[in-house]
């Protein structure tokens, strides 16, 4: 950090672009402190870090004490869902030059990690201690979401950056991972200063000196991590859980195919998933009966958002398999909406999708027929479930509001609500906590809870985490 006096806001209010305001900052960070900003989902933590990265229009007020120069060259380096989704789009936006009859292959790993890297040496160490060595040559949109996120740390920690600015570092990574990210940024913070931003409270690092609370937009609470009773107010401010949770009811009118009851719902013999340079995983044998909740894990690049894909039939090797899904055989003629009609799906893939403008009632409408946006007429009994889970998510005054405009752990949220409105035979959550700050996140596993509960669905819960298991959910499947 440049200068003595440390970084300082002062009054300062932020725009970025209509979407989002903070409002009368005033914020210093000393040297020597190592700062945690905490608050609910949509509350500003992330455009508060943001703004430290030279992100957001100035509306007003001042910032100084900031290291010159801009990332990835010096200064403020910066690891976010936002950046992350940034380089996603970018890569995504080169299938349009399918229009000069080019096919775009996407940019390599290695080039990826390359932009802006000052130091080889920690470069070529970072990629062997996380595992990218076999990945370097491979285009980096078809990286799963965790080796995406070990790509933006190794960018951000090759850029000897002044300031180092993480947005839910540790979310996305497997065990292993995150123990060594951990234990890293304990050894970094020795020399270089960091603001963290962190949706667990409970995974505050140890290093962290102070605590910043934000919320609507503003920075209602600084406090010192010495400070026991202050400290442990915020931590339970943080830690409030809802109660009295009511599942809304499905929509009466819609009335799905009944299954044959006693056949499982999907049924894999042998499944084998290989690339030219990879085996993802070979001669699996998995069967999933009806209320015979599971939750799926294994380390980033297992296979576990593979496999979710051969049962919903968005992988192209699902037909050169051995797979039976409620009631039909894979390769015999049925169509994919025949098989998502009983499926209701969240993953970081389809929020990365999910790009449209649509009114936030009408993406949870949209989940009644299965598609991205809505282009359906709606009832008013579905418009009426959609307002009880707005209600349930705190959300009754946003029902009009772009999902788009949304911050990402409140996108996330709908899109769980979008997945569970027509209570679907077979629930399909595949880190469905990403991004969720406490209050939020015992939201969802509460309600995950209540469904398994139900008798009406089947949960298949893909989860990094020990600590969020949920009751109910007795079988455990592996992947190496």
Request: with cysteine; aromatic share 6%; net charge negative.
């Amino acid at each position: 950090m440049t200068g003595t006096a440390g970084i300082v806001l002062t009054d300062l209010s932020v725009d970025f672009d209509g979407r989002f305001q903070l409002n009368d900052i005033n914020w210093s960070i000393e040297p020597g402190q190592q700062w945690l900003i905490a608050g609910a989902n949509g509350s500003g933590k992330s455009a508060l870090a943001a703004v430290l990265a030279g992100e957001g229009n100035l509306l007003s007020g001042t910032l100084s004490g900031l290291p010159d120069g801009d990332w990835p060259r010096g200064g403020v380096a910066l690891v976010s869902f936002e950046r992350q989704a940034e380089l996603i789009a970018a890569e995504l936006r080169k299938d349009d030059a399918d229009i000069l009859d080019v096919i775009s292959e996407g940019t390599p790993v290695s080039e990826i990690i390359a932009e802006g890297c000052l130091d080889d040496e920690l470069a070529r160490s970072l990629v062997t201690t996380l595992g990218l060595e076999p990945l370097m040559g491979r285009a980096f949109r078809k990286l799963s979401t965790g080796e995406t996120r070990k790509v933006m740390l190794i960018r951000a920690l090759t850029s000897r950056p002044e300031l180092l600015v993480l947005d839910e570092p540790f979310d996305g990574l497997d065990h292993e991972s995150l123990h060594w990210l951990q234990e890293h940024l304990a050894e970094l913070s020795a020399t270089v200063p960091m603001v963290i931003v962190l949706n667990r409270f409970d995974e505050c690092p140890d290093f962290v000196t102070h605590v910043a609370y934000v919320d609507d937009g503003e920075l209602l609470h600084q406090v010192d991590r010495s400070d026991e009773q202050a400290y442990g107010e915020l931590h339970h401010l943080l830690h409030l859980k809802t109660s009295d949770l009511e599942v809304p009811m499905a929509d009466p009118a819609i009335e799905l195919a009944p299954l044959n009851a006693g056949d499982p719902l999907v049924q894999l013999t042998g499944a084998t998933v290989k690339y030219a340079d990879n085996t993802v995983f070979e001669d699996l044998d998995w069967t999933i009966d009806a209320n015979q909740h599971w939750q799926v894990s294994g380390p980033n690049g297992s296979g576990k958002t593979c496999l979710l894909s051969l049962i919903t039939g968005d992988h192209p090797q699902c037909y050169v398999n051995d797979i039976k899904v409620f009631g039909f055989q894979r390769g015999t003629g049925e169509s994919i909406w025949q098989i998502k009609q009983y499926i209701g799906y969240v993953s970081t893939a389809l929020q990365w999708e999910y790009r449209v403008g649509t009114g936030v009632r009408n993406v949870i409408i949209s989940g009644f027929y299965d598609s991205i946006g809505l282009y359906t007429k709606s009832t008013d009994t579905q418009k009426a479930i959609a307002d009880q889970w707005l209600a349930l998510l705190g959300m009754s005054e946003r029902p009009d509001e772009p999902f788009n405009k949304l911050s990402f752990g409140e996108q996330r949220l709908i899109l769980i609500a979008r997945a569970m409105v027509k209570h679907p035979p077979l629930l399909i959550l595949d880190e469905p906590c990403l991004g969720l700050d406490d209050m939020n996140r015992q939201l969802v596993l509460a309600l995950i809870e209540r469904i398994c509960r139900s008798g009406e669905t089947t949960v298949l819960y893909v989860n990094h985490r020990l600590e969020d298991r949920i009751p109910g959910i007795d079988n455990h499947l592996a992947l190496d």
